[in-house]
């Protein structure tokens, strides 16, 4: 009595799994034979509704069909992203609009970013306003202007900035003037993805300029994007920077001097050792001089 009760409980289940596999062949199979309508809203509607299912894989299907079927699919998969109830399908309506990168879709996904209670819609609309690109960027430098919103957010944000790399490089140059330091910050880490890519002097113009900012992080991100960037030009401005009444500055220095390993760097850092007070920051001055050694 036991297992027929079990059965009949499931069948429920079985009965819908079946119907929507059902329903994604003929879909899959209009597509192949380029018969599908894209104008019929009730496919699309119940394409969306279907990213539910309990299965992951059969989730990723649906999504991968409706980013086959493209922006014909983006109304409703904003519908879904706002409004639906459950959060699975919110997930799996970012991370479509991410396979869609359909530059309508960003003040939503900037909605959602910002408002949705789940931390995988937040995550995975994130995701899609990196891969949508330069339309996201003004957006996201907005988000890093604001005061008062979660750390979370502003990292996500910055993240998402630097992702897109050279297709924001036109806005970062001008919001490195920002009076906001945290956008400043952002740009600086986003203009060191962009001078990964393109080396170009003007970049690092950027990046040199603001180991000189008023903020103790934008200059501790401008030392060690120049570090990581091994940018020997930078060398002198970083040995300036080890003599800067901030402690953080000044081990920001000394790291990215040894990230750059030039020996040229050595006499200056043994300079800087015997005026350095902080024990924490004498260790690493040590390190530094040891590691170029």
């Not at 894989?57 to 409004?83: C, H, K, Q, S, V």
């Not at 869609?100 to 995550?123: E, F, M, R, W, Y």
């Amino acid at each position: 009595m036991v297992n027929a009760s079990a059965q009949s409980q499931e069948d429920p289940i079985l009965l819908a799994h079946a119907k929507a596999d059902a329903f994604l062949r003929e879909v899959t199979e209009q597509i192949d034979l380029d018969t599908f309508d894209p104008d019929d809203s009730e496919v699309l509607k119940r394409l969306v509704e279907c990213m539910g299912d309990s299965r992951g894989m059969t989730r990723l299907r649906f999504a991968e069909t409706l980013a086959e079927i493209g922006e014909a699919a983006t109304p409703f998969l904003l519908d879904g992203l706002a409004n639906h109830p459950n959060p699975v399908v919110r997930r799996a309506a970012a991370k479509t609009l991410t396979l869609i990168a359909d530059p309508s879709a960003v003040p939503h996904l900037i909605h959602a970013l910002l408002n949705d209670q789940d931390t995988v819609v937040k995550g995975s609309s994130i995701g899609a306003l990196a891969r949508i690109g330069e339309p996201s960027v003004q957006a996201l430098l907005d988000i890093l202007g604001t005061k008062d919103l979660p750390e979370s957010t502003i990292g996500h944000a910055a993240w998402a900035l630097a992702f897109i790399g050279a297709g924001a490089k036109e806005y970062l140059y001008q919001a490195i003037a920002s009076d906001s330091s945290v956008v400043r910050g952002a740009v600086v880490g986003a203009i060191a993805k962009v001078a990964q890519e393109e080396p170009k002097p003007e970049l690092f113009e950027i990046l040199i300029k603001s180991l000189t900012d008023v903020d103790v992080d934008v200059r501790c991100e401008a030392a060690a994007a120049l570090g990581n960037l091994a940018y020997k030009p930078g060398i002198p401005n970083l040995i300036e920077l080890l003599h800067h009444g901030d402690g953080e500055s000044r081990r920001a220095a000394a790291l990215s001097l040894m990230k750059v390993g030039d020996r040229s760097a050595i006499e200056p850092l043994q300079a800087a050792l015997a005026k350095e007070s902080e024990v924490a920051i004498q260790g690493v001055i040590k390190l530094a001089i040891s590691q170029i050694k």
